[in-house]
């Protein structure tokens, strides 16, 4: 069975860094896309970043250019860097994993069967 345990996160100031970190076990990690999404109180959640076939990489359009998604076959983790942080960046992230996910549907949260625990992310203006 797969599980994702998530890590990292806190509290930055605006224009700061953070780097979660989603590790993957109970699988070929090679062969899953891996995704971040992410969701504040009362709200859909909403694609950040996805990476698929180990190195393509799609982003939303309010996080292209900040942030940065990896992925690292020999740790069996994939990384969300995050860069110049905004206050509306805060919500509860979220890695998630499938073995199956078409192109078209890389930013659509029911294509990924495995969610992380969630972890929150607070940016102060």
């Known amino acids: 069975q797969v599980q994702l345990v998530q890590s990292g996160g806190g509290l930055a100031q605006a224009g700061g860094s953070l780097r979660l970190s989603c590790v993957f076990s109970g699988g070929t990690f090679r062969r899953y896309s891996m995704v971040w999404f992410r969701q504040e109180p009362g709200k859909e959640r909403e694609f950040v970043a996805a990476?698929?076939?180990?190195?393509?990489?799609y982003y939303s359009d309010s996080v292209k250019g900040r942030f940065t998604i990896s992925k690292d076959n020999e740790k069996n983790t994939v990384y969300l860097q995050m860069n110049s942080l905004k206050p509306e960046d805060t919500a509860v992230y979220y890695c998630a994993a499938d073995a199956s996910v078409i192109t078209s549907a890389v930013r659509m949260k029911e294509a990924y069967s495995y969610w992380g625990q969630g972890t929150q992310v607070t940016v102060s203006p």
């Open positions: 990476i698929k076939g180990g190195t393509t990489t």
